[in-house]
């Protein structure tokens, strides 16, 4: 388990004193505090304003999505209405922001811009936040049991991570997909739009979380490897303590700082992920609000409708920086060589 570093002051109230000399001055202890190196680090997480201020911006969008059908009815729209009347002979809207349309319509169909962007933050967060938990669960667990175990065990794991590592992330995120679909859907043409778009889901989530497990896994692997040397482990194993206990019990608290070092960063990379393969085509598709969609379809009108690409894109880079700023801010707390 973590040490626990005790933190001790005196409160003292008029001159400094001598213990063997008559008090002048009356000194007081002030009561022991015993924190651990996670609960330290999260105190000077707190006193970083630009942690404090990323985390909001990240609550924000979260919060954004989460009450994604109570924002578009305030407005009194939906994302899949189309308004055909409010575009022109060549699809263009004849309106901008309006009382009525907030952000607008989009060309080519008229559905409100507002609600397809409040929509469109959910695949977003879903995708990431669940290929972090996935790629966090996995990683760990694997880098535990390789590094603690050795022999045959880490010989066996470090294969298959060196493995997943050395394949083309990019040709096997569009391959499989479309593989996937072929196996569970059969034919696009034929199945429900249903059935494709929960595919497809499922599918982006599995593609990001095969290729995202290993880089964590080495990371753990090898902080286990410095670890099981320690006095404690080596106790642990004399007393005959289960290793299953040695793992969660023992090692586990010790690598809380890697862990979540690694899962922030790795957050806003599946968020641009999700984003990239999707406006490549082999992500999400119709009728699912997405801001990858909706730039891949803007990109044909950003000159006569600039709003409908520069939403999104906005959206997206706001959120991924305050989460990379966030991920260095947690980094440097947890980073005992470190002072900001």
């Known amino acids: 388990m973590e040490p626990l570093i005790e933190e001790a002051g005196v409160e003292r109230v008029g001159a400094p ?3 063997m000399t008559t008090p002048t001055g009356e000194a007081k202890k002030v009561e022991t505090r015993r924190k651990s190196p996670t609960q330290i680090a999260l105190a000077r997480l707190r006193k ?3 942690a404090m201020v990323c985390l909001g911006i990240f609550l924000f969008f979260v919060a954004i999505a989460v009450f994604a059908p109570l924002l578009a009815k305030l407005e009194g729209q939906d994302p899949t209405t189309l308004h055909q009347d ?4 060549y699809g263009l809207p004849t309106i901008s922001a309006t009382p009525d349309h907030w952000f607008g319509v989009e060309p080519r169909l008229g559905r409100d811009l507002f ?3 409040v929509y469109g933050a959910r ?3 879903i995708v990431a936040i669940s290929v972090t938990v996935i790629t966090g669960v996995v990683g ?3 880098g535990l049991l390789a590094g603690f175990l050795g022999g045959w065990a880490d010989r066996i794991i470090s294969w298959i991570i060196d493995f997943v590592l050395s394949l083309p992330y990019l040709l096997f995120a569009i391959a499989v997909p479309a593989v996937l679909l072929t196996i569970f859907v059969g034919d696009a043409t034929e199945a429900g739009t ?5 595919a497809r889901f499922a599918s982006l989530i599995l593609v990001l979380s095969f290729f995202g497990w290993a880089s964590l896994a080495r990371l753990i692997r090898g902080e286990v490897l410095s670890l099981r040397e320690r006095e404690f482990i080596a106790a642990a194993k004399v007393l005959g303590v289960p290793t299953r206990k040695v793992l969660f019990k023992e090692l586990l608290p010790n690598l809380v700082a890697p862990i979540i070092i690694s899962t922030s960063l790795a957050l806003p990379t ?3 992920a999700e984003a990239g393969l999707t406006f490549l085509g082999v992500g999400l598709v119709e009728p699912t609000p997405s801001w990858g969609l909706t730039i891949a379809y803007a990109t044909t009108y950003y000159r006569a409708d600039p709003l409908y690409l520069w939403l999104p894109v906005l959206a997206i880079s706001i959120l991924v920086l305050a989460l990379s700023l966030l991920g260095d801010s947690i980094r440097d707390a947890f980073d005992p060589r470190t002072r900001r």
């Open 270 to 272: 599946y968020i641009v």
């Open 194 to 198: 249903s059935d494709v778009t929960k």
């Open 17 to 19: 004193i001598d213990a």
């Open 115 to 117: 609600a397809r962007f």
């Open 140 to 142: 760990v667990i694997m």
């Open 48 to 50: 970083d304003r630009l």
């Open 123 to 125: 695949p977003s967060l």
């Open 86 to 89: 409010l575009l022109d002979q």
